[in-house]
């Protein structure tokens, strides 16, 4: 491995020591070397606490060294005074003259002013290297400040013949019907409390009742997002039990309540892009859809989506809900599950 490729790489695994808890902020990682030996090392861990670049130069001892150091940066150090003041300045102040940087920031404060910053103080600057690592790290910070608007992931199961729910009538014949096991649940609760939004639409509300949260797993439950037209669902919905912070988009009006939040849109044209302004204009970077299939075929329609998760069962329902199937699929990522390591209980 080339040796910038090398250094990076260490940032990009230090960035991820910060995964959960720098929300807002992206996950980031920095390294300063000194003849070809680490001599700090650092991570964002937390909004609002020191940025990379700062625990790493904290951490070197021989502060004398840093003009004649290295100092490698998983994305560009920032220009601006936001909760912490920039580092691109610290950087210039440290003496150091080497800057390897993963990627540009894509915040409008920053983008690209803190390369600017170092350049202007004399300082050798490379950009771009493992770009592609670097961004994906960050993914929905990414998509949020590049296309603003959220990641957005769908999320099904489908019967080994296509089918994402199985007809009314067999349902009620049947009895619960699972598509996988249940392992399933505890891997789509992790998910769950990966992302800062969850949305379904009124039809899965109707028939499943889903809570949307994360029971079944240690971490926060993100924002609900409702589909709710006419504000038609039951407010015995557990949806509506007030626990966690729930937004409802809908046609109608209605009173804000504890937890409980409602945007209006229009739902007879381009609701999926709505849905999306709405998402980005409160904070949320990433969204993870659960159905059901009319709400997940509106995004797919609309090209709105970024990732796919799929879990094939064993189980054939011979009729049914058809799962949603996948147009203009690259250059997006799709991951199938398969056999019977993933369940979904579709409840009766
Ligand atoms: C860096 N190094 O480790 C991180 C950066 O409010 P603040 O002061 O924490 O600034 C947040 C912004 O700073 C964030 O949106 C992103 O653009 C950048 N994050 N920059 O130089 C870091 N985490
Ligand atoms: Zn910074």
């Given at each position: 491995m080339k040796i910038h490729e090398k250094y990076m790489a260490r940032c990009l695994q230090l960035a991820k020591n910060g995964l959960g808890t720098t929300y807002p902020n992206p996950m980031v990682g920095?390294?300063?070397?000194?003849?070809?030996?680490?001599?700090?090392?650092?991570?964002?861990?937390?909004?609002?606490?020191?940025?990379?670049e700062v625990h790493a130069i904290n951490r070197v001892h021989a502060k004398e060294v840093l003009k004649e150091s290295t100092?490698?940066?998983?994305?560009?150090?920032?220009?601006?005074?936001?909760?912490?003041?920039?580092?691109?300045?610290?950087?210039?102040?440290?003496?150091?003259?080497?800057?390897?940087?993963?990627?540009?920031?894509?915040?409008?404060?920053?983008?690209?002013?803190?390369?600017?910053?170092?350049?202007d103080a004399g300082c050798e600057v490379v950009v771009g290297v493992l770009e592609e690592a670097c961004k994906i790290l960050n993914k929905r910070f990414f998509t949020f400040h590049n296309q603003k608007r959220p990641y957005v992931l769908l999320k099904w199961a489908e019967s080994n013949d296509g089918f994402i729910a199985p007809n009314p009538e067999d349902r009620k014949n049947r009895g619960p019907v699972w598509i996988t096991t249940p392992a399933s649940r505890q891997i789509v609760h992790k998910w769950r409390a990966e992302e800062m939004a969850i949305l379904t639409g009124t039809n899965t509300v109707k028939a499943d009742n889903p809570a949307l949260t994360t029971r079944d797993w240690a971490g926060p439950s993100p924002t609900r997002i409702i589909l709710d037209?006419?504000?038609?669902?039951?407010?015995?919905?557990?949806?509506?039990?007030?626990?966690?912070?729930?937004?409802?988009?809908?046609?109608?009006?209605?009173e804000?309540?504890?937890?409980?939040?409602?945007?209006?849109?229009?739902?007879?044209?381009?609701?999926?892009r709505q849905i999306l302004d709405i998402l980005y204009a409160e904070g949320l970077q990433s969204v993870i859809i659960e159905g059901g299939a009319k709400t997940l075929a509106s995004?797919?329609?609309?090209?709105?989506?970024?990732?796919?998760?799929?879990?094939?069962?064993?189980?054939?329902?011979?009729?049914?809900?058809?799962?949603?199937?996948?147009?203009?699929?690259?250059?997006?990522?799709?991951?199938?599950?398969?056999?019977?390591?993933?369940?979904?209980?579709?409840?009766?």
């Open positions: 920095a390294v300063i070397v000194h003849n070809e030996k680490i001599i700090g090392e650092g991570w964002h861990q937390k909004a609002g606490e020191p940025h990379a100092i490698y940066v998983s994305l560009e150090p920032c220009s601006h005074f936001g909760k912490t003041p920039p580092c691109s300045d610290l950087i210039i102040a440290s003496g150091i003259k080497k800057v390897i940087i993963g990627s540009v920031d894509p915040f409008a404060a920053v983008a690209g002013r803190g390369i600017k910053k170092l350049l037209r006419k504000l038609r669902l039951a407010k015995s919905s557990a949806v509506f039990d007030g626990k966690r912070p729930t937004l409802v988009i809908t046609e109608s009006e209605a804000d309540a504890h937890n409980l939040k409602y945007a209006k849109a229009d739902f007879k044209k381009d609701l999926p995004f797919i329609e609309a090209g709105l989506w970024d990732e796919a998760r799929i879990f094939k069962g064993n189980v054939n329902f011979i009729r049914g809900v058809a799962a949603p199937r996948l147009v203009n699929s690259t250059p997006r990522k799709v991951f199938s599950f398969t056999g019977d390591q993933l369940a979904i209980h579709y409840n009766v």
